[in-house]
Nanobody, 115 residues
């Protein structure tokens, strides 16, 4: 089994920034991809950002240019730098890893954008 521990969520003002982290541990075979989803109240879970093992990335249109995903392969950790945050970014953010076909999820971290 693989465990994911997220950190970095919280309350931020509009226009502010946060850095989310997600560290994977346990019986990891080979992580081929990592990323973040989010779910706002009353809405479906949506992909925010994804990073493959070759470093290629993709982003939701709503966050492109404002959020940056990165990973530290030595630490099995994925990061999400969020900038110029908006109220519509308020959601629970979930990280995931694709361990050679097996998908694991973090417990979720609340991000609230409010003045």
């Amino acid at each position: 089994q693989v465990q994911l521990v997220e950190s970095g969520g919280g309350l931020v003002q509009p226009g502010g920034s946060l850095r989310l982290s997600c560290a994977a541990s346990g019986r990891i075979f080979r992580i081929v991809a990592m990323g973040w989803y989010r779910q706002a109240p009353g809405k479906q879970r949506e992909l925010v950002a994804h990073i493959s093992d070759d470093g290629s990335t993709k982003y939701a249109d709503s966050v492109s240019g404002r959020f940056t995903i990165s990973r530290d392969n030595a630490k099995n950790t994925v990061y999400l730098q969020t900038n110029m945050m908006k109220s519509e970014d308020t959601a629970v953010y979930y990280c995931y890893v694709d361990d050679f076909g097996a998908i694991y999820w973090g417990q979720g971290t609340q991000v609230t954008v409010s003045s």
